[in-house]
């Protein structure tokens, strides 16, 4: 659970300059200090904002007028309440709003499941889909003619990665820069579609949620989300081969990193 701490308070105390500022009438910002001021003030009450709307969007009620009232009466140091006061109801709220995030969360989750395995089921009766035991679907798309990885070696990938409803999450092909990754440190849907290949080929793999990330959110993936990818083989290395040349590379959008299913 996220705690607030005593310099949260001076934070939440800052951002009164942008409430404050804002029941005032416009004035004209002559100087430098009054433009920067503003600035300051208007970045902090973006940030706030933020909160409040992030908040409200989980079902939690917002008096504005009392968020209001408390950044004031905090920078003039004429708080109604202690800090450990303070503390105490900002900590409370916090364990509201985990509990209301962690149900949004398990709703989406319970939608994008439902979703991914409809779409599973219609998928696999496409021409040329096929299913492997665990329930990955695979389609060749170009064979290649080098060999195929083992499971301890290295690859080099170009791919596209997007959700079930189009959504591209991840693309190698848009930075111009393949990547390359030892093939036991990524999710279980790649892990055993990419031994299927052989280098120089192009598969499409549709990955059920429990071969990716889960229950798990990864970037803009959302939770229990069926993933689609492209993938082409360009290149396979074994381990320690080629080991004073280029590194491994970091991952995109998380797009395969094994963060999932116990990896």
């Not at 909160?51 to 003039?76: F, H, M, N, P, W």
């Amino acid at each position: 659970m996220t705690k607030i701490t005593k310099t949260s308070l001076a934070v939440v105390a800052g951002l009164s300059l942008f409430i404050s500022a804002s029941s005032m009438a416009n004035t004209p910002l002559n100087t430098e200090v009054q433009k920067e001021s503003y600035s300051i003030g208007a970045s902090l009450g973006k940030y706030l904002s933020s909160q409040i709307y992030s908040q409200t969007e989980l079902g939690a009620e917002v008096d504005v007028e009392r968020v209001i009232e408390g950044v004031v009466d905090a920078l003039k140091n004429k708080s109604q309440y202690s800090d450990e006061e303070i503390l105490t109801y900002l900590n409370q709220r916090a364990e509201q709003l985990n509990a209301a995030k962690e149900a949004a969360n398990e709703r989406i989750a319970l939608e994008n499941m439902t979703a991914g395995s409809s779409y599973l089921a219609n998928h696999k009766k496409q021409d040329g889909v096929i299913v492997t035991d665990s329930g990955l679907q695979y389609q060749v798309v170009a064979e290649g003619e080098g060999r195929k990885p083992n499971p301890e070696d290295v690859v080099t990938v170009h791919y596209k990665g997007y959700l079930i409803d189009g959504t591209e999450f991840d693309n190698s092909y848009a930075r111009d820069e393949p990547n390359r990754f030892a093939l036991m440190s990524v999710i279980e849907g790649w892990q055993e579609g990419i031994p299927l290949m052989n280098e120089g080929a192009t598969y499409k793999f549709t990955i059920p949620s429990e071969l990716a990330y889960s229950t798990k959110q990864v970037g803009i993936i959302p939770p229990s989300s069926t993933l689609v990818f492209e993938v082409e083989l360009v290149k396979v290395e074994a381990p320690g081969e080629n080991a004073h040349g280029m590194g491994l590379s970091g991952m995109g959008m998380g797009g395969m990193m094994g963060s999932g299913s116990g990896h």
